[in-house]
């Protein structure tokens, strides 16, 4: 197996705190990865930096073989990193379909193509009847799921998704889940950091779970889940 | 281009067609003064599309399009007046000096993260600045203005952008014209979808694979280069420049008012915005003639008065109101 993502030793400081240190991982071709973690963890910021939108303090960050720590996170992007952001970020005054076009108009170079791949993009995510709405009138799990349209538009090898499931219901959650593991099977490595352990068990073939920043185990979801760090420092809190 | 076309409604074409048919024979029964109303119409419809494509498009705000106007207008007229070159030619002059000054505009603000409102006062500060500068150049006649001769050979052939009326209009017929297809086929193109990703959410933007400085260089580089040649019209037309007047920040607020109020960020907002206001204005000073109020700074009131109205009934815009009105809006305008 060869690592699609490979993190190894990355921190960041914020005046002082350390909200990652020293945290490695592979992520490996194909497959889902899941990091969970109570709030505050540090997933977000180790998320920011893999996707470039923060520097890592130290450490090294390879795609595909390639270092990417310090790149521009849309340098990052067209090496083929999608990502979606935790509070969704949708184009506000656009429709949901020129959202994705412009999401499309990554791997291709002309609006017609866009169209065509945004259309499929939109139809794979349930939102096809909803391309001509403005963005800001979805509700937010159908904001949720633009999000992911529009970072999986671009083509991305990997994809980054940032607490898509939560605030959705449980039978929202298994619409995404059942997307997810779809994409999944044709090929698509997803990086996620999720709250809704619902998901995660349901999806992810390995988990990493941060605390303070820290990596505190790392392996399939039933050594992890039973692991007694995880339970006290987590689960335990999260009374599962 | 012919996309544009076809993504017209029907009733949408048959306007345009109307629009364009009337604008051509306007000259036919249009007087004097009819006709230079007609001729600021377009120049500021013209002029609109330019600042639009950066501010409505790429979401940038500049408060100092007077600076590209002005290095277009003491391009071309300088060329003239000093070395005997033409318009026509100086215009292809004129366009990257502008070009040249929107690029270090731009690198400025956006290399070092200036942005909103602060990039705007940037915008600002050029133009004045420029405005300084030209004040104490001697050569375009300093603070005492740059004047086109009335009766030198061949001035008044359309070869050297002189004459009537008439080629005024058409010229700024033409240009408005040709600034609307322009910018209706930007707004299609993969450049136009990467400045409204700009615009709505930079960061987003980015994590969409798009280079929003390199986006937003694109988007000044194209909007000064067109302002530029609105200056070349604005100096054979006026045919005096003083750098008090065309560098001054009230040009640079003329330019913007027809497409705010038209609509920012839309294709015709900057045509209807300037098809009401530059008719308001002219009809405001007749009527405050015809009562005989001549009250300084009357005028400004009532055209302050109508404007705010304007906004509160239409915050978007005249133009996204009038395409819901006439059927012409689709879900994808």
């Known amino acids: 197996m060869t690592a699609l993502l490979s993190i190894n030793g990355i921190s960041k400081r914020f005046r002082g705190l350390a909200a ?71 184009f506000p005054a656009l429709t949901v379909e020129d959202n994705v076009i412009i999401g499309a108009l990554m791997q291709t170079r002309t609006v017609h193509e866009a169209e065509t791949i945004a259309r499929d993009t939109l139809a794979r995510l349930d939102l096809f009847d909803k391309r001509a709405q403005i963005a800001s009138s ?23 998704l940032d607490e898509v499931m939560a605030g959705l219901r449980p039978t929202e959650t298994d619409r995404i889940v059942a ?20 998901a995660v068990t349901a999806l992810a073939s390995r988990i ?27 689960l335990g809190a999260e009374s599962l | 281009m012919s996309n544009i076309w076809q993504r017209l409604p029907t009733r949408g074409k048959i306007l345009c067609l109307a629009a364009l048919v009337a604008a051509i024979a306007a000259p036919l029964v249009a007087d004097r003064y009819l006709l230079s109303v007609l001729i600021l119409v377009f120049y500021f419809a013209y002029l609109g599309q330019a600042w639009n494509l950066l501010m409505g498009f790429a979401g940038q705000l500049s408060l100092g399009h007077a600076l590209y106007l002005g290095l277009g207008a003491y391009t071309a007229t300088a060329l003239w007046t000093l070395f005997g070159i033409g318009p026509w030619i100086g215009v292809f002059i004129a366009i990257p000096v502008a070009a040249a000054a929107g690029m270090i505009v731009g690198w400025l ?3 070092f993260a200036i942005e909103g409102v602060y990039f705007a006062l940037l915008t600002i500060a050029f133009a004045e600045f420029t405005r300084i500068g030209f004040d104490h150049l001697q050569i375009t006649g300093a603070s005492a203005g740059l004047f086109l001769s009335v009766n030198s050979p061949g001035s008044d052939k359309w070869w050297n952008l002189g004459g009537g009326p008439l080629l005024y209009y058409y010229l700024a017929l033409i240009l408005a014209a040709a600034a609307t297809l322009l910018v209706a086929w930007l707004r299609r193109s993969p450049l136009g979808y990467r400045w409204l990703a700009v ?24 909007s000064a280069s067109m302002t530029a040649v609105g200056g070349v019209f604005y100096g054979f037309y006026y045919r005096n420049l003083f750098p008090s007047q065309v560098f001054d920040i009230g040009r640079s607020i003329e330019i913007i008012m027809a497409p705010i109020i038209g609509g920012l960020g839309t294709v015709f907002g900057p045509l209807v915005g300037a098809i009401l206001l530059t008719p308001l204005g002219e009809s405001l000073t007749a009527l405050m003639q015809h009562f005989g109020v001549n009250t300084p700074g009357a005028k400004s009131i009532f055209y302050g008065l109508t404007l705010m109205v304007i906004i509160t009934l239409q915050p978007s815009g005249v133009w996204p109101w009038l395409a819901r009105k006439l059927g012409l809006d689709r879900p994808r305008a």
Do not use: C
Request: neutral net charge.
């Open chain 1, 20 to 90: 990652v240190s020293r945290v490695s991982f592979d992520v490996q071709q194909g497959e889902i990865f899941a990091v969970i973690g109570p709030n505050g963890a540090g997933k977000t910021t180790l998320f920011n930096m893999i996707a470039g939108a923060i520097p890592p303090d130290e450490g090294t960050i390879a795609f595909a073989g390639e270092r990417i720590e310090g790149l521009r996170s849309d340098q990052i992007a067209r090496l083929g990193v999608g990502r979606t952001f935790q509070l969704v970020r949708p």
């Open chain 2, 109 to 111: 603000g956006w290399r």
């Open chain 1, 138 to 160: 979805l509700t937010l799990p159908d904001r949720k799921r633009l999000e992911v349209a529009r970072a999986l538009a671009t083509g991305p090898k990997l994809l980054l």
């Open chain 1, 208 to 234: 990493l779970v941060l605390h303070h920043g820290a990596a505190i185990a790392e392996g399939n979801p039933e050594q992890v889940l039973r692991d007694p760090a995880v339970v006290e420092s987590y």
């Open chain 1, 179 to 198: 997307t997810l593991r779809d994409l999944n099977r044709d090929g698509l490595t997803i990086l996620l950091i999720e709250h809704v352990m619902r």
């Open chain 2, 199 to 222: 615009r709505e959410d930079p960061e987003a933007a980015r994590a969409a694979g798009i280079d929003i400085f390199r986006a937003k260089m694109i988007a000044i580089l194209i």
